[in-house]
């Protein structure tokens, strides 16, 4: 039993550095690509970047959510996001001009792509999820790691953050009422979204 333990303790520390290193290397990549946008082209796509490795606790409550015993073999197997990396831009065109440079980059696979940003959660969320797998070289191998990369425009992350934080305080039972506001929001952002670049637009084409 204490062996088994031991190897237990010792394959979490293992994923935990090799999901530590995927999140490093993604996001020199994040900040090469801003480097390339602003010394060859002039363009200022992203606004910031924030990155985490998901905590215990909202590992082993996701898998519950999901309906899977709360073990480490089934956290590799069924959840894509324990390295999440965040990209905010400035406009709606941005978001679709980073995921392609992502796309293009081939030692990186995109195992799954999840597009809120042309096709909106019921509840209003807006966003564009990728999931890849970056190499990482430990013991000698490659090993491919998933990271999830969330993109977004600025007003998108500002609506998402507040329904996050409602939806944790009422502990996903969110009132009606509530819920009919944030997704009133949600319409008033893509709205503020829509305008604000075609004030970019006009603004290129002066
Ligand atoms: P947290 O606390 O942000 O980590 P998958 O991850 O693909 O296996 P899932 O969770 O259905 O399965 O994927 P999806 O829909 O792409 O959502 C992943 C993450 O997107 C969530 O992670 C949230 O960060 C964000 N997200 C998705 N839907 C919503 C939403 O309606 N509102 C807000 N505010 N964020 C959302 P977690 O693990 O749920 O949460």
Known sequence: MAAENENQVRRWEELMFLYRSALNKMETRISVLNDEFQSFYNMNPIEHVKSRIKSPRSIAEKLKRLGYEDSIENMELYLNDIAGIRIICSFMKDVMI??????EQDDLDVVLVKDYMNNPKPNGYKSYHMVVTVPVYFNGESVPVKVEIQIR????????SIEH???????????????AELKECADIVYMLDKRMESISKAMLSE
């Open 153 to 160: 425009t600025i007003a998108m992350d500002f609506w998402a």
């Open 98 to 103: 980073i995921a392609d440079k992502i796309k």
């Open 165 to 179: 934080k409602i939806n944790y305080k009422y502990d996903g039972d969110t009132p009606p009422a509530l819920k």
